[in-house]
T-cell receptor, first 113, second 111 residues
């Protein structure tokens, strides 16, 4: 157990639908990062939050949004889902904002049918 | 546009021999490099890192080499063990920014 909890582990939904992925960071970590891993793709950075504020944005589609709540858990919202959104979505947390000590959760596998 | 490239999708190595995983990068602003290891159904876990002020960092069986002029780094695993079979991600960061990952190399350790 890495200390980073992602729910649900698996999600199957239809095109056009909306889903919410949840991430609870490791205790004491203030940063949360979201990554997407599609077939034949590496871990694509989506977005980073630090202590409730958006800090960095990557290749995140406009149909996707995220937020970090006062208790530091984060949610990634994916809407108007397309088949190509099927992927593994990973959340990572770290104490600070630098590239050190990222701890990843075990991911949410999203399948859009 | 892949800033971190791992051109070998997979690699097979005999148990006990050396495994060498390669990685190239294009962004000259990268100053911190990492390797992560991933088993199926788990998230990536940190393995080893190196700052751009060094050209080598060693941790037990794992050594990372950095060649800044060639924008190339490699991970050496000696000796390779069955538990090393996993996907290895090369990653980099610029000026304390978020980590950018490559596509990964699947390492198979053969008995």
């Amino acid at each position: 157990d890495s200390g980073v909890t992602q729910t649900p582990k698996h999600l199957i939904t239809a095109t056009g639908q909306r889903v919410t992925l949840r991430c609870s960071p490791r205790s004491g970590d203030l940063s949360v990062y979201w990554y997407q891993q599609s077939l034949d793709q590496g871990l694509q950075f989506l977005i980073q939050y630090y202590n409730g504020e958006e800090r960095a944005k990557g290749n995140i589609l406009e149909r996707f949004s995220a937020q970090q709540f006062p208790d530091l858990h984060s949610e990634l919202n994916l809407s108007s889902l397309e088949l190509g959104d099927s992927a593994l979505y990973f959340c990572a947390s770290s104490a600070g904002t630098g590239p050190y000590g990222y701890t990843f959760g075990s991911g949410t596998r999203l399948t859009v049918v | 546009d892949q800033q971190v490239k791992q051109n070998s999708p997979s690699l097979s190595v005999q148990e006990g021999r050396i495994s060498i995983l390669n990685c190239d990068y294009t962004n000259s602003m990268f100053d911190y490099f990492l390797w992560y290891k991933k088993y199926p159904a788990e998230g990536p876990t940190f393995l080893i890192s190196i700052s751009s002020i060094k050209d080598k960092n060693e941790d037990g069986r794992f050594t990372v080499f950095l060649n800044k002029s060639a924008k190339h780094l490699s991970l050496h695993i000696v000796p390779s063990q069955p538990g090393d079979s996993a996907v290895y991600f090369c990653a980099a960061s610029a000026k304390g920014d978020k980590i950018i990952f490559g596509k990964g190399t699947r390492l198979h350790i053969l008995p």
